[in-house]
RNA sequence: CGGGACGUAGCGCAGCCUGGUAGCGCACUUGCUUGGGGUGCAAGGGGUCGCGAGUUCAAAUCUCGCCGUCCCGACCA
């Protein structure tokens, strides 16, 4: 049993300025965590209390699964070389020189380590399947942290790699992983959903993330209200109502239009009497590409065109799958003047000779969104100030390089499985696992004898989950001006008693003797024996998260105390003797 | 990295425009008081005014540089 007045539980009264999210807020003044910089804290004593409970109810179950390890999480640059992310990680890496000048870095994550374990020690396909995990600090430089510990530089995550012999095995791996995220984030008490992810430069064939809503959150998520889609935008995908096309206007070939001074999307539909549905977008961007060389890689930026529909947004995550991974931006004025011979407001895919397939890499790329395929009769730009063509049809009278899907989808869209309307909402992301495939095993070289005693690569998966996103996702589900309340499993203490005054011997003996007895009977509990007024202990229990606070106040007389529940603050006037009665009908409840 | 804001006691803020004794609330210490929702009274302690340079007789205040923090954007395996 904790005594309060012997704790160091420094609650505020008010937030610091600089906190801007609830979870933030809440975390500081009620005295779980500091603030040491920019994306880096301190966990006190009630933070790091929640988050060792988190840590334990990861190990249980993770331990059902696999095998804990602990690596560094200081790394040579030669083992990030061997898998190409020295280079790759670019900015978000800590770096940094030992005292002979050799190179070392943080480690962000840790399938170069665990692959390298791999790598020297696994032989033989009857060593697989292996599941390896480890709770540890990582560090990422974040181009800017934010939302208190939502996201930061430097926190702890449970990261856990399978390899298997083959991809049946990567599935039952990966099934094994998602089960397990499922029993952690109920036992944690969480409300929370899996959407499929993007798999982003990671690669891979699938992927998952677990995910809180929360307006706090930095991702957008779309889901299904009829049926169990759910998707990250970078990957939702909808249906979209069919669009009447246009007639063909004279001879059905590319017909120029003067639309004087008209440069949106809006103003040229509006100009010509047709829905913005019937116009093509195009988007002008230059991608940077490499020729492979890992020595001396040979820099050169190559025009990539972009169609979409007059009125849909374009992806940037499905314009990054779309070009492999390679960095994009927008064409700068005399890029489009080279390509297109046109100012901008007036282009469009006509007289350019373009890639014919994604291979060729000589030409530049036409992507056309699959919202556009067998689409006809559209109005696009002319290539000519002053001018828009009519009669555009892709496949027809200009060819796609590839025909892609490129388009972000808007609230109210129809579900892909059901057509019922999708819904939009942010959300943080809480745990991800992901089939990484050969990516690892293949660029740095782990091999084992399969059973025909051929030398093969084991297929690999990894899998994360963010040990204080589970406590800052917990209370931004759970809060109000006055505090938060944590599910029981992973709050600091299981129920605060809450002595009403200390001057008053027999209120001072009957929490002391009802502290003491729950703590025997197996209760993590705070007894708040700090003699201050009532209304000051009762602001703090208020603040901590602590799901349960039992009143012990006059009518200890009448051998009763008051059980308040923080979430509810329903309360309920319990017998002293039935207290530990009550508390075991809560949990078997 | 681009845009914006801020930096004065542990926390929240005023003072800066118009240069001249550093202030308020909370917290803290001591005493009394009070005892079911941040009790009241009194007396105290605590500040290189982010750092550095410049202007000036004199800088928290004006000027320049740097650092730090937050927000928006870019970015985010």
Redesign the pocket.
Known sequence: MHRWSQLFI????????????AS?KLLV?AGYVR??????YSFLFLGNRSTQKIMNIVREEMDKIGQEFYLPALNPRELWESSG?WS?????MFRLKDRKGADLCLG??HEEVMTDIARKELRSYKQLPQIWYQIQT?F?D???????LL?VRQFI?K?AYSFDIDAAGLDASYQKHYETYCRIFDRCGLKYMVIDAH????GGSQSQEFMVRTPAG?DQIVSCEKCDYAANLEKAISKVDPVEDLKSEGDGQPLEVHTPGQKTIEDVARFLGVSPKNKIKTLAMMVTESDGDAKAPKVRQRAVVLLMRGDHQMN??KL?SAVA?K???PMQEDEIRDLFKSPAGYLGPLGIDWATSITDQSKPMLLVDKALEGRSNLIGGANKEDFHVKNLTPGGNFHPTAYVDLRSVAAGENCPNCGAPLRMDTAVEIG?I?KLGYKYSDSMGARVLDRNGKEVAPIMG?Y?IGIERILTAAIEQSNDE??FWLPTAIAPFDVVVVS?????EQ?RSASESIANSLQSSGYDVLLDDR?????????????VGIPF?I??????TEDT??V?RRST?A?EDVKISAISDYFLALKSA
């Open positions: 420094p609650t505020l009264r008010e937030a610091p300025a600089d906190a801007e999210v933030h003044r603030q040491l910089g920019a994306g880096i992310r790759a990680m670019g900015e978000n962000m994550t990582k990422r974040e181009p800017r942290p934010k939302s208190g996201r995550m990261d798999s982003g430069a990671m930095e940037e995550a990054s991974g960095e994009t931006r991800h992901f990894s994360g006055n505090g009403a005054n200390q001057k008053d209120i003699d201050e007024r009532p209304g000051v202990k009762f602001k703090d229990a208020d603040l606070r009143n012990v106040g006059k009518k200890v105390v008051e308040v603050l309360r």
